[in-house]
């Protein structure tokens, strides 16, 4: 069992930036790929971003290329998606997950847990 906490959403203006963070507990997180995902009102779950187990490759989405950043650190078993100009677009529900795949990085049914998601709102 993996135990995902995600901190650092809030509230931000248009062009600001915010970092999240997703604590993990229980089985080795190295082993472990993990993914940002977000929700927003209405609309399907989607890929953000993601890396593997050593960090050797990422993912990015394409809808938020050149803003969003991943990255995780493994003595501390925690993982960071850096969003920056941010728009009203990126307004959702963001997740963390983790899975032992090493492929299939933004497919959302090879990550085996999930955190409980932190709200990043984007005032225009």
């Known amino acids: 069992q993996v135990h995902l906490v995600e901190s650092g959403g809030g509230v931000v203006q248009a062009g600001g930036s915010l970092r999240l963070s997703c604590a993990a507990s229980g089985r080795t997180f190295s082993s472990y790929a993990m993914g940002w995902f977000r929700q927003a009102p209405g609309k399907d779950r989607e890929s953000v971003a993601a890396?593997?187990?050593?960090?050797?490759?990422?993912y990015i989405a394409d809808s938020v290329k050149g803003r969003f950043a991943i990255s995780r650190d493994n003595d501390k078993d925690t993982v960071y998606l850096q969003m920056n100009s941010l728009k009203p677009e990126d307004t959702a529900v963001y997740f963390c997950a983790a899975g032992r795949m090493t492929w299939g990085l933004a497919t959302t049914a090879k990550y085996e847990y999930w955190g409980q998601g932190t709200q990043v709102t984007v005032s225009s």
């Open positions: 890396v593997t187990q050593s960090a050797t490759r990422t």
